[in-house]
C-alpha cells in the first residue's frame, strides 16, 4: 500500500483513523492522549519532512520548517515605492500595473524551487495555501488588505488542469484571499488554447506562445473592480501581462500581480 499510495497518503489515512475511534475513547482527556500518541506513532514511522529542506519537522511545525521560513530568500518588493521596484520596471511601456509584488527571490537549486517543484508537480498544495497565508499577512501589515477587490488566478487549459488535477495558482490566491479579507475566483479568467511550456522560451516566444489565450468569463463581474491577478513564478511576465490587458480590456478599475516568487532576468 505504501508503495502504491506514497507517504503522504498513508500517513493522512492513519491521521485520520484516530477520529474514528467509538464514542467510548472519546472522552476528553483519554481522546487527546490517544490522538497526541497516535500521532507521535504515525510520525516516527512516516517522519514528516520539511517541504523546502526535506529536514524532519518538529511538533508545531506545518510543511515549512521554521530555519526554512527564516532563511527563505524574501524580495521585500511590497515594502518599495513603485519607480524604486525592480519587478515593475518589467512592465512599464507593455501594461498598466498599480502593484507589482513577489514573495520570494527564484533561485535555482535552492529552497523556493524545491518548493515550487512539490507545489506543482508533487500534488503539495498546502505550499501555496501557506505562503499565500504568510505574504498575505506581511500585505496585510503594510496596508493592502483594502487594495484589491477581486484575487484571480491564472487559470490553466481544461487539458493541462485535467492532467494534473489542480491549478498551483489556486491555492496561493487562496491563501492571499484567507490573509486579506478578499474574494477570490479561480473562474474569472479562462484560457482558451493549450500551449506549450514556457519553460525554455525567450520573452518574444513567451509573449507568443500566451497573446489571444485569455479571456474574462464575465465582464459584469470585472468591470470597476480592482483585480489582484497571482501565479507562482514570475520571469518575463508574458503571462501576467497578457491577463493583465485581457482584464483591463474587460473594464477592471485596475491590475496588480503577485507570485510566489520572481527570477532575476539574465
Known amino acids: 500500500m505504501i508503495q502504491r499510495f506514497g507517504q503522504t497518503a498513508v500517513r493522512r489515512y492513519l491521521q485520520a483513523a484516530v477520529f474514528s475511534l467509538p464514542d467510548t475513547y472519546a472522552q476528553p482527556n483519554r481522546f487527546v492522549n490517544i490522538q497526541t500518541a497516535f500521532a ?3 510520525s516516527l514511522i512516516f517522519p514528516r519532512v520539511c517541504l523546502a529542506c526535506e ?3 518538529r511538533r508545531g511545525e506545518q510543511h515549512i520548517c521554521t530555519n526554512c521560513r527564516v532563511e527563505l530568500p524574501y524580495t521585500g518588493y511590497h515594502t518599495l515605492a513603485p519607480a524604486q521596484n525592480p519587478l515593475a520596471r518589467r512592465f512599464w511601456g507593455k501594461v498598466p500595473l498599480r502593484y507589482t509584488l513577489s514573495y520570494l527571490k527564484f533561485l535555482r537549486r535552492g529552497r523556493v524551487q524545491h518548493l515550487l517543484h ?4 508533487k500534488g503539495q498544495q498546502e505550499v501555496g495555501q501557506v505562503l499565500g497565508q504568510w505574504y ?3 500585505l496585510a501589515a503594510q496596508g493592502f488588505a483594502a487594495e484589491f477587490d477581486l484575487i484571480v488566478p491564472v487559470p490553466l487549459h481544461p487539458r493541462k488542469l485535467a492532467q494534473r488535477g489542480y491549478n498551483q495558482a489556486d491555492s496561493f490566491a487562496e491563501g492571499l484571499a484567507s490573509a486579506l479579507s478578499a474574494p477570490w475566483s479561480a473562474h474569472a479568467l479562462r484560457r482558451t488554447a493549450h500551449t506549450k511550456s514556457q519553460t525554455q522560451k525567450n520573452r518574444v516566444e ?5 497573446a489571444n489565450v485569455f479571456e474574462v468569463t464575465e465582464s459584469s463581474a470585472i468591470a470597476g473592480k480592482r483585480i489582484l491577478v497571482v501565479d507562482d513564478v514570475l520571469t518575463t511576465g508574458a503571462t501576467l501581462e497578457a491577463c493583465a490587458a485581457v482584464l483591463l480590456a474587460a473594464g477592471a478599475q485596475e491590475v496588480s500581480i503577485a507570485t510566489i516568487a520572481s527570477a532575476e532576468l539574465a
Open 40 to 42: 507521535d506513532f504515525v
Open 206 to 210: 513567451r509573449w507568443q506562445n500566451v
Open 118 to 121: 512539490q507545489l506543482k508537480y
Open 55 to 57: 529536514e524532519a519537522l
Open 136 to 138: 498575505g499577512a506581511e
